[in-house]
T-cell receptor, first 112, second 114 residues
C-alpha cells in the first residue's frame, strides 16, 4: 500500500519553463512533507520541506504548495534549468519522523 | 569531514549468503536510518537507530538487522539473501529532530543477489 502517491512518473520541460510534480496522501497524521532530489549514482538530497501549518514555502526557484483539505502537495520548479534534470521524490512522516514514506519518484528532464 | 559515507559501493552476493553494509554518519548526527531503494522506486524504510537502540522498524523481516556504534557509525546485516533483496541500500543520518535539518543520505550500496 503506497502511503504517498506521486505523479507524473516522468516529465520533460523546456529550459526556462515551470516543472510541477504532485503528491497525495491519505494519512492525516502526517505532519512533515519534504522533497528530495536524486542524481544518478547518488543518494537523495533534501531540497525543501513544509509542515501543514503553512500553505506555501518558497526557497529560490523551488516552491512547495500544500493543500491540507485535499491532502495534496506539489513541488514547483520555476525557470527550470538542465541542471535540474534528476529524479524527485516527495515524502511524508509522522511526529518524530522516524519513518519517511516516499513517493515513487518523478524523472525530470529539462531540455536546453 | 562532513557527509555520510557508505561502503562498499557495489556488492554481488549469492542467494542464501549473508551481507554486511557499513555507514559512517555525518559528524554530529546521532540518528541513523536505513532504506532500501528498488530500481525505479522510492526508498522504503528498513529501520532507525538512535543512541545504539532500534527506534522504529519498517515492514522488513527479522533477517534484516542492524547495529549502531558509540561513534554513530552503523551496520546493516542481511541474512539468507533472496533475489528480491537486490537493491540500492541507503543510509541516512540526522539529528534526533529531523524536521529542521532533514536526512543526509549517503550514495548507497548497490547490492546484487544472483
Amino acid at each position: 500500500q503506497q502511503q504517498v502517491k506521486q505523479s507524473p512518473q516522468s516529465l520533460i520541460v523546456q529550459k526556462g519553463g515551470i516543472s510541477i510534480i504532485n503528491c497525495a496522501y491519505e494519512n492525516t497524521a502526517f505532519d512533515y512533507f519534504p522533497w528530495y532530489q536524486q542524481f544518478p549514482g547518488k543518494g537523495p538530497a533534501l531540497l525543501i520541506a513544509i509542515r501543514p501549518d503553512v500553505s506555501e514555502k518558497k526557497e529560490g526557484r523551488f516552491t512547495i504548495s500544500f493543500n491540507k483539505s485535499a491532502k495534496q502537495f506539489s513541488l514547483h520548479i520555476m525557470d527550470s534549468q538542465p541542471g535540474d534534470s534528476a529524479t524527485y521524490f516527495c515524502a511524508a512522516s509522522i511526529n518524530t519522523g522516524n519513518q519517511f514514506y516516499f513517493g515513487t519518484g518523478t524523472s525530470l528532464t529539462v531540455i536546453p | 569531514e562532513t557527509g555520510v559515507t557508505q561502503s562498499p559501493t557495489h556488492l554481488i552476493k549469492t542467494r542464501g549468503q549473508q551481507v554486511t553494509l557499513r555507514c559512517s554518519s555525518q559528524s554530529g548526527h546521532n540518528t541513523v536510518s536505513w532504506y532500501q531503494q528498488a530500481l525505479g522506486q522510492g526508498p522504503q524504510f528498513i529501520f532507525q537507530y538512535y543512541r545504539e537502540e532500534e527506534n522504529g522498524r519498517g515492514n522488513f523481516p527479522p533477517r534484516f538487522s542492524g547495529l549502531q556504534f558509540p561513534n554513530y557509525s552503523s551496520e546493516l546485516n542481511v541474512n539468507a539473501l533472496e533475489l528480491d533483496d537486490s537493491a540500492l541500500y541507503l543510509c541516512a543520518s540526522s539529528l534526533r529532530d529531523v524536521y529542521d535539518y532533514g536526512y543526509t543520505f549517503g550514495s548507497g550500496t548497490r547490492l546484487t543477489v544472483v
